[in-house]
C-alpha cells in the first residue's frame, strides 16, 4: 500500500474498452493510484491519445508488461487481455507480491478439461487455477477479502447469476431446465473494428448470435453448480445484440419445482440481496438504461403460467466488467465496498 | 374494380404508422389506385402535411369516415385504426360492397369474451366476427381469396406463429411448453408521443413490457390451437422493445416431443415454406435488418441440449402490417401475390 | 453553510433533466449535500419514481417550492424550471438568503426589452436582473465568487462563446460577421414528449430548426458584446439536432480582420485558456463523444481560405447546464473549482 | 437493349454499399435487368452471401471485370468502384460498345491536374475525361442523353449544388463567399470497418472532419463554376459525421449581393425547379428522414441578416449515388426519368 494508504493499481491490457472504464471509474476513486498502464503495443502509446477523452485527466504512457518493473510500485494489477494470456502473465506478478483481477476467462472454469474445450487452449496455470476466486461478491465475499487471484466474471454470466442462485438455493426450481435469454450492447464485443460491428451494419438491426455455443453459457452452469443438490445444472443460453453502446438484460426462464407466486420469488429476492449494496429489486421490468454507468444490477420476476421468468439488467462494463472488480478490490484491501462506485 | 383493372384502395386510419407504410407500399404496387383517405381529424390534413415525405408522391386530403362516400369508389378498405373501432364501421363498409383488411385485434379472436377479457370491450359484430378470416397467406390462403373480411395478424404473432405451426403440424413439439421471447422495434408503440417513447427515453435502452400480459399473447396461442389435436396450446410470451425504428425478431423456445435434430426440424420448415414466396429460410441467424422495409420472414432452428429454438424475423411494419395485407389483397383480387411487394 | 462544511443545496424543478443530471453529479461531490427537491406536481413524486436510476441513492420525496420551508436549510438553490418561472421566486430565496443559480434564461439578457422581445414576456424582477452574473467562469470568474445570482449559461451559448471570445479579445476577428452553426443531441429538448422528439421520428434524421430565430442566438451576441470595441457583435445562429441523447458542437465561422494562420488561432487559445481546468485544445476536430459525461470543452480552429472555423465540443447536459452550475457554485462557496467535476 | 426492351445493366464493384443500393432499385425497376455483377474478390461470392438481404430476390454469382466477357450482353456498366480504378477499365467498356455511369471521382474534375492534386494519381485516361459528362440531371440533362461515360455526382456536391446554382445563375450571390456545412450518416464512408466507425465508436458522437481538405470541396466548386461570370467559385467546406445510416444534409450560408427577401430567394427556387420531378420545396425546414430511400432532395432557404441560408437534404445512398444514377440512366435510354424512383 502507498503511505498516502491509497490501492496502487495498474492496468494490463490498458487499450481495451474494459481498461477504459476501469480508468474512468479509478480516476474518482478516492482511495486509488492508477500508478501504471501496460499494453502490448510498441511503441507504446500514451492512454489519452487512444481515448482522446482522457485527455487533461490522465496522459501515463503505456509501458511493456514486465512483472519485475511493476514489483513494488503495485498493490494490485488488473488484467484487461483477451482470453488465453493472463495465464502466462498472472504467475509471475502473483509471485511477485502483488494481487491480480483477472477480466478474461482464464481462471473462471475449474475444470482444465473444460477450459480447453471451450477456450481451445490448455491451461498452463493450474495451481493458481485451483486457487483463484470467481469475483462475484454476492456469492464469494468472504473469500474474496483474502484472494490473491481473482477470476472477474463474465458479463451475462454476473447478469443470470444474480437472477438465479436465489432461487436454486431456496429450492424452488429445477436445476435442470433453465433458459437464459439476453441481450448485450456492443461495447461487449470489445474495441476490434469486426464487419459485423461496422456502424451502418450494426444500426437498427436485432440478432441472436452463437445460440447454444456462446462460452459463457458454461460459466453459467459452473457459477450455478454450487447451489444445485447432488447434480449439475443445464443452462440453455442465446445471446443478441442490441444496436446500443451497453447493457445487458437477461431475461430467465425458470422452471418450479412447486407451484409458486411472483410474490414469494421476490420474497426470496429481497431476502437475499436485503443488505447487498448493488442489487436493486424493481416492480418494474428493468430498464438497461436505469443501471447504466452504475454497478447495480437490477432485478424483478415474474410468475407467469407454467413459469418464473426472472429479468436482470445489469451494465455489461460496470458490473459486468471494471465496476464488478473495483468492488473486487475494494473487498480486498478492507476498503468500504461501494467506494469509488455510488 | 376500375376500368384500368387497378383495385381501388382506402386507407382508414391514414395518420397512423401502419397507414404510412400502406401507402408507400401502394404507392409503387402497379395494380393499384389509392382513392381515398380517411381520418377522424378535424379538420382533416392533407396526408403529406402528416408525413412530408409524400410531398409530391401523394397529396390527397383525407376525408371522414363515411361507407356511404366511399361506396362505388372503393374495391377495398385497409383499417389502421387503434383497436376497438374497426367493429362499429366495418359492418357497413361490408356492406356497401367493399371488402375489408383490419390492421387491429378486433376480428382476430374469434371467442367474444376472449376478445372482452383481453381488450376491456364487448364486441359488437359478431356476425362478421364469425366470418372474418385471420390473414396469414402461409396458413390461410385459400380462405383469403374469398373473403370478404380479412383479420390482418399481430406483427408478433406472424413472427411466432410462422416459427412454430409448422412444428406443430408435423407432431414434433409440446403445445403445452412454448415460450416466445421476442423484441421489436419502436414502431410498434405507434405514432403516438408517449413519455417512455420520448427519443432520450427510448435510446440506449433495452427492457422487457408486459410480460406474461401482452395481448398477442393470446393471439399467437389461437393462431397455433388449429394444429393442437384435441386441446389448446399454451405460450409463455415476453416481448421487449429495442432501440431501434422498425423490426421484430422472435427468439422461440419448444419442447420437442422426442429427441430431434437441427436438420430435421430445417427439413420440416423447408418442406413447408418450399414454395412460399415470403418465409425465406438461413443457415445463420436471422437479422431484422435483413428483412427491414420487406415482406420477408427469415427463419432458422437450432436444437440446443433439451429444446429446439426458432429464431423468426420480419419487418413489424410490413409482413407484421402493411406488407401482409397488401399481400392479402392481392391474393384477394386475383392478382400475383407478390406484386408491388417484391 | 451545514456544520459538516458542506454546500447544503436544493434542486427546485426537481424532475427536470437537468435536474437528473445535476443529482447525479452532486450524489458524488464530496462537499454537497443535496438537502431538498422541489417540483410543482401534486401530489409530490419521490425522485426515484420519476428516474429510476437513482433508486436506492437518492429517495427524496419533493416538495413544494416554498422559500420559507428552505430557509436556514439551503445555502444555495438550482432553478431547473422552464424560462419565465424563476424571476417570480428567486426573490424571495434571495431575500431569505440562499443563493441562487438559475439554469433558465431569465436572467441572461440584461436588457428587459430584450428579454420581452425574445421570451414573450414582462420581465418582473428587474433588480436582480441588473446584479445578476453570467455564469460562465473562463469569462467571470471573479464575480461568480461573490454573486448571489448565477444566470447559468445557456448550453449553445457557453459552446459558442468559449470559441469566440478569445479571438475577439485578441481583435483578430469582425465582430458582425459571426456565424455559429451548431447541433445537439435531442437531450436539449427536455423531458416533455413533443410528437418531434417521438423516438421512431427523430431516430436515423438530421435537420436544422429555428434557423435564425432561436434565442440563444440573442444570448450569443450579448455574451460577445463586451469583448467588441464600441460596437455590437452580430451573430447568425443555426441549430441542428442529432439523433443521439446529449452533445453539441459547434462550427463556428469567423472573419479575421487580417490574414492570420491556423497556428495563431490555436496560440491565443492556448494563451487563454492556460489555466483553465475544463477548456481542451485538441489537435485533431473535438468528438462531442470525448466530452460526454464530463465538463470539458474541447476546442480545435482551422483556418480555411478566408475563414477561422473554429469547432467546440461539450456535453451540453454537463459544461451546458448542470456541470458548469457545478463549476459555478464550487466557486460561490470557495471551494475547489473542479471539485466533484473530474 | 434486350429484346424485351428492357435495360441491360452490369454493376461492376458490386460489394460496395452502393451497388447494393442500386441493386435494391433496380430490382423494382420495370425497365431494367441486372444481368452481371463484378467483383475483384477471388473467389468471387454470389451477391445474396455479401448482402443477405437480397436471399431469393437475387442470387448472382459475380464474376471478375471483364470487357470482353460483358461485350453483347450489357447496354450500362454501373462502376461502384474505389477512386482511380474506373479510369484503367472504363475505356475498354466503352470501346466495347456499353455506356458507362461512374460513381467515382474519375471523371468528375476536368483538369487532370487537379485530378492529380486532390487524388494523389495521374489521370491516364484524358479522352474520355474530356467527354464525360457529369451527371447532374437539373444542370445537364440534355448533354446526358446522348452522354457515353457519366460521371455520377459525389453525394456532399449533389447537396450543394442544387441549393446554390440557382442563385448563382440569378445573379444573387457572391461566388467567392460560400460556406458549405454539411453533415452526412455513416453509410457514405463505405463498408470498409475502419475503427473510426466501429459500432461503439461512431454512436452517440459528432464530428467534423477533413475540415477544408475534404476532396468534395473542390467538386463543388467546379460544379459552380459555369454559372460563375468571369471567375471561379470559392467554397468553404466542412463535412460532419451524423450517427445514423443514410442522408446529408446541406447547411449553405451564402452571401447575397443586395439585400434580398426569403420570398424572392424561393421564388428563384421555385421558377428553377418548377418541372423537376426530384426537388421539393419546403417551407419548413427538410428532414433527411423525409428523403431517407428516396431520390428526393428537398430545399428551403432562409434570410437571416446578412446571409442566405440554404438547407437541402438528400439521401447520399439515392440522389446521392444510385438513386442518381438510375435516373442518369433513365435520360440516357429515353426512359421516363423517375422509372423505378418514384
Redesign the interface.
Known amino acids: 500500500m502507498a503511505e498516502n494508504n491509497k490501492v496502487r493499481v495498474a492496468i494490463v491490457g490498458a487499450t481495451a ?1 474494459t481498461s477504459r472504464e476501469a480508468i474512468r471509474w479509478l ?2 476513486h ?1 482511495g486509488v493510484d492508477i500508478v501504471a498502464l501496460c499494453s502490448r503495443r510498441d511503441p507504446q502509446p500514451r492512454i489519452d491519445e487512444v481515448f ?2 482522457l ?3 490522465l496522459e501515463l504512457r503505456c509501458e511493456p508488461i514486465d512483472a519485475a518493473a511493476l514489483k513494488g510500485r503495485v498493490d494490485v494489477v488488473m488484467m484487461c487481455l483477451p482470453n488465453g494470456l493472463t495465464m502466462d502473465l498472472a504467475p509471475r506478478l502473483l509471485d511477485a507480491g502483488m494481487r491480480v483481477i483477472d477480466f478474461s476467462a482464464d481462471y473462471r472454469l475449474k475444470e482444465p478439461a473444460e477450459y480447453q474445450q471451450w477456450y481451445g487452449k490448455e491451461h498452463t496455470d493450474l495451481g493458481n487455477l485451483a486457487r483463484a476466486v470467481y469475483g462475484l461478491p454476492e456469492a464469494y465475499r468472504e473469500k474474496i477479502r483474502t484472494a490473491a487471484l481473482i477470476a472477474n466474471p463474465g458479463c451475462y454470466p454476473t447478469s443470470a447469476a444474480l437472477g438465479i442462485i436465489p432461487l436454486l438455493r431456496a429450492g424452488l426450481i429445477e436445476a ?2 433453465i ?1 437464459v ?1 439476453a ?1 448485450s ?3 461487449g464485443a470489445g ?5 459485423e ?13 452463437k ?2 455455443e456462446h462460452r459463457h453459457m458454461v460459466e453459467i452452469e459452473r457459477t450455478l453448480d454450487p447451489y444445485v443438490r447432488a447434480s449439475k445444472s ?1 443452462v ?1 443460453f ?1 445471446p ?1 445484440l ?6 445487458i ?1 437477461s ?1 430467465i ?1 425458470l422452471h418450479p419445482r412447486q407451484p409458486v407466486s411472483t410474490e414469494h420469488v421476490m420474497q426470496v429476492f429481497a431476502e437475499t440481496y436485503q443488505n447487498e ?1 448493488f442489487v ?1 429489486l ?1 416492480k ?11 454497478n ?1 444490477c ?1 432485478l424483478t420476476a ?1 410468475v ?4 418464473i ?1 426472472v ?1 436482470s ?1 445489469i451494465d455489461n462494463m460496470v458490473k459486468g466488467a471494471a465496476g464488478q472488480a473495483i468492488q473486487n478490490m475494494n473487498i480486498m484491501f478492507g476498503r468500504k465496498e461501494t467506494e469509488g462506485l ?1
Chains 1, 2, 3, 4 share one sequence.
Open positions: 474498452y480516476l474518482v478516492p482522446p477523452e485527455a487533461g485527466r435442470k431446465d433458459i435469454d441481450a450492447g456492443i461495447s474495441r476490434d473494428p469486426k464487419p460491428h461496422h456502424f451502418p451494419e450494426r444500426h437498427e438491426t436485432f440478432e441472436a448470435y445460440i447454444g443445464s440453455i442465446t443478441h442490441i444496436p446500443m453502446e451497453r447493457g438484460l431475461t426462464y449494496p436493486r424493481r418494474s421490468p428493468p430498464r438497461t438504461g436505469d443501471v447504466a454507468r452504475t447495480f437490477d415474474r407467469v403460467k407454467s413459469r421468468i429479468l439488467a455510488v
